[in-house]
């Protein structure tokens, strides 16, 4: 009776054969979404292309015990005696090379970002696989998502360089996922927290025999993905601390609970941590960071943001934060004129095309750009994360080719022999197909002599 009625209802003013396609593209959407989150464009730069390991995912759950419960502290109050604590949940997502040739389950399920609609994401992980084990440990990457977000928001890259020799851990940040969205304070103090904790716990299990990463995961060479409160917790963790005006603000965290992130306080950055990346690291443009707290940074950095950021800023976010932390290597990769979804987030689930009421917009403004197709954002960022892990978690000086570029990418020369081979005058951006390397802007500096 519902389709009869819509069909008659649409024939009167569009006619039976758009009334077809119509229906036709819903059932599609509806019931047989894709979602893929392992798209490889045919533009897509070389090391965004899958790698030789076969690919396993399981989910794992940890708790945080005794941590400061920011959900139960009223910043009009005057301040408690005695700080309410909690022991705080944390949901992981771990993808990691499996044995040649696993078959089973490869959908993900995640909640879409109105925190209620379940959707399918399909990629090449399979659920449960059996893990690869050799006489080597592979490095460890965490990634940790925006707020609000959750662990598969950057699911397209945890899967990608999984299968390139790395174990990925993605955490569902609590107060901060699309159905635990609570007081920013919470996300404000506990971020960088949560991605320590993580980082000692999945040491933990790669040395206990009962666990499926024993062996597996060498924790001691670790790596860090944040993207936006993400970006802001792995700012912290590469050794930076937080402004005194941010940490005494009453408009942040209430009762000085910031306090432990604040610069001359907090302890330096984790010596396990080998390098961060950071997509549009929030913060500085709120002076949560300033040049004289960034110098105290001492991982190397990679920096991934988008021209017309407004969300974390550009010119006085993610660019200042990379000219700022003046004693590392660190370079800033620019999506021209992308937004704050630049390179990190993944698709948008064919779902999300849908006004939603509560949120006040369409859910699919949470995952697109403006200007810059999902896909090749995602095949963008891949690559040069890709060659950015390799060069500081695998020691690989190959991929110094991919990084030591001409900053304006329009600005390249294609030059190349009959045999493709480069020719001297050949300035194009390694990796990039020719006509493809276009709106970007890759920058470099050197630690300050």
């Known amino acids: 009776m519902r389709l009869e009625f819509i069909r008659c209802s649409l024939t009167k003013s569009m006619g039976l054969k758009s009334v077809f396609v119509v229906l036709s593209l819903g059932f599609t959407a509806g019931i047989f979404a894709e979602n893929r989150i392992d798209t490889q464009r045919p533009d897509a ?35 408690p005696t005695e700080l309410p604590h909690y022991d705080r949940p944390l949901t992981l997502e771990v993808w990691y090379p499996a044995v040649k040739g696993s078959q089973g389950n490869t959908t993900l399920k995640a909640y879409m970002r109105d925190g209620k609609t379940e959707v399918d994401l399909h990629g090449k992980a399979v659920r449960d696989a059996k893990p690869e084990t050799g006489e080597k440990a592979f490095p ?41 969205k609570a007081a920013f304070s919470s996300t404000l103090v506990n971020r960088a927290v949560d991605q320590l904790f993580v980082l000692s716990q999945i040491e933990a299990m790669s040395q ?16 860090l993905i944040g993207y936006s409160m993400g970006g802001y917790g792995a700012v912290i963790n590469a050794g930076a601390g937080v402004t005194e005006r941010a940490a005494s603000s009453k408009m942040g965290a209430p009762f000085g609970t910031l306090k432990r992130h604040q610069s001359g306080i907090k302890s330096k950055a984790d010596t396990r941590l080998k390098t961060i990346v ?29 021209s017309q950021d407004d969300v974390s ?11 700022g932390m003046t004693n590392v290597d660190r370079s800033l990769l620019t999506y021209d004129n992308a937004n704050h979804n630049a390179g990190a987030v993944m698709p948008a689930p064919e779902e999300s095309f849908v006004y939603d009421k509560t949120l006040g ?10 200007a810059w197709d999902n896909a090749r954002m995602n095949n963008i960022a891949q690559h040069f994360v890709s060659a950015w892990l390799d060069k500081y978690l695998k020691n690989n000086g190959a991929m110094n080719a991919y990084l030591d570029l001409i900053p304006n990418s329009n600005d390249g020369v294609y030059a190349v022999d009959d045999e493709g081979n480069p020719k001297a005058t050949n300035t194009y951006w390694k990796g990039f197909p020719k006509r493809t390397a276009k709106g970007l802007h ?8």
């Open 442 to 449: 890759f920058e470099s500096l050197s630690p300050s002599k």
């Open 208 to 223: 206990d025999k009962n666990s499926f990463l024993y062996g597996l995961v060498d924790a001691s060479n670790a790596g």
């Open 361 to 370: 917009f369409n859910i699919s403004e949470h995952y697109i750009d403006a």
């Open 45 to 79: 730069p070389d090391l965004a292309a899958y790698g030789e390991h076969s690919i396993g995912v399981r989910q794992l759950e940890v708790v945080n015990a005794d941590q400061i419960d920011m959900l139960k502290l009223d910043p009009t109050k005057t301040q």
């Open 313 to 323: 800023g550009y010119e006085n976010g993610t660019r200042a934060i990379w000219q």
């Open 140 to 180: 460890l990457v965490l990634v940790s998502h925006g707020y609000p977000g959750n662990r598969f928001l950057l699911s397209h890259l945890a899967e990608n360089i999984a299968s390139k020799g790395y174990v990925v851990v993605s955490i569902d940040h609590t107060d901060s996922t699309y159905r635990t």
């Open 278 to 306: 950071a997509f549009a690291p929030w913060g500085m443009n709120y002076q949560m960071f300033s040049n004289d707290t960034l110098k105290e940074v001492s991982v190397p950095m990679l920096l991934i943001a988008g």
